[in-house]
């Protein structure tokens, strides 16, 4: 794995844990610490996109009260979302 790929996990982890509220940092964090370093490039890009909407807005989709958009979905957040239920 080269440096630049690495230090962009890391930032993406550190930016997974630290959303705001702490229901989403331990979803998120638990989450790329489980999936990140599996991650190619383009769901590295998929995993940034996401962390960049709402803490609301993942919650919906994670709880199934709303389905993402077509722009918004992705194999990330159907990982996310199955990751969420074994965790429950």
């Not at 959303?19 to 940034?48: S, Y």
Request: glycine content about 6%; cysteine-free.
């Amino acid at each position: 794995m080269d440096t630049e790929t690495s230090i962009r996990r890391r930032k993406l982890k550190f930016r997974a844990w630290h959303r705001g509220t702490r229901e989403m940092d331990l979803l998120m964090g638990r989450f790329a610490d489980a999936h990140l370093d599996a991650f190619g490039a383009d769901q590295l890009d998929r995993f940034e996109a996401l962390l960049g909407e709402s803490d609301p807005d993942i919650y919906d989709w994670v709880t199934g009260r709303q389905a993402p958009s077509a722009d918004q979905a992705s194999d990330v957040v159907e990982l996310l979302r199955r990751f969420s239920n074994q965790a429950e």
